[in-house]
């Protein structure tokens, strides 16, 4: 079955440093997310990007993060100057179309900032 | 802002009782989602309702949809201790506005065998 797959499943950071997380997603999906989790807390909903380009964005998904879809395949978040309170799990999905479709999560990269 | 909320928090059952879980929202919605997530684990979709649908049902998953009270329920049937995890409710707000979803804060679910 497919599935969403991210890499790394876990990275630890020095506060300052930048990160990358990589996604790939369903093959045939459309429309790709990134969400985060801090611990205890909800799900919380960053980037939407449909097209090539940023469709949807929250307050969290300020100027120090970026996503990317740099080929055909990969899709990636980028974090340039990491916080302590970065500290999450952060979580990419794919669905086949905007409307009405089952959003599909990867099982999650989880970011330590120390 | 929109949120889906759960309740109960917690919910504790022995094996092969029916387990029910709550949310309530406050806006309009398209659609409505159930995903579970094991402890540290990724999110798993289980069904997904759209808003003019009233009840959906997946294996042993029975969804209902209260659009008029803004309110979702997930029934689990003849549960199993694998059931155990934490299940929450997303609900996406617009159309033509992808699938951004809210979710809420989920209900922990422990199924004792």
Redesign the interface.
Same mark, same amino acid.
């Given at each position: 079955e497919p599935e969403v797959t991210q890499t790394p499943s876990h990275q630890v950071t020095q506060m300052g440093q930048e990160v990358i997380l990589r996604c790939v997603p369903i093959s045939n999906h459309l429309?790709f997310?990134w @969400?985060r989790q801090i611990l205890g807390q909800?799900? *919380?909903?960053l980037v &939407?990007f @449909?097209n090539n380009e940023i &469709? *949807?964005k929250s307050e969290i998904f300020d100027d120090q993060f970026s996503v990317e879809r740099p080929d055909g395949s990969n899709f990636t978040l980028k974090i340039r100057s990491t916080k302590l309170e970065d500290s999450a799990?952060y979580?990419c999905?794919s &669905?086949a179309t !905007? $409307?009405?479709? *089952?959003? /599909? /999560? !990867? $099982? !999650?990269t989880?970011l330590t900032v120390v | 802002s929109q949120q889906g909320e759960e309740d109960p928090q917690a919910l504790s059952i022995q094996e092969g009782e029916n387990a029910t879980m709550n949310c309530s929202y406050k806006t309009s919605i398209n659609n409505l989602q159930w995903y579970r997530q094991n402890s540290g684990r990724g999110l798993v979709h289980l069904i997904l309702i759209r808003s003019n649908e009233r009840e959906k049902h997946s294996g042993r998953l029975r969804v209902t949809l209260d659009t008029s009270k803004k309110s979702s329920s997930l029934l689990i049937t003849a549960s199993r201790a694998a059931d155990t995890a934490s299940y929450f409710c997303a609900t996406a707000a617009r159309v033509n506005a992808g699938n951004m979803l809210t979710f809420g804060g989920g209900t922990r679910l422990m199924v004792k065998p």
């Open positions: 429309y997310y @969400y909800k799900v *919380e909903f &939407s @449909y &469709s *949807e799990m979580f999905a &669905s !905007g $409307q009405n479709t *089952e959003a /599909f /999560f !990867g $099982q !999650g989880r | -």
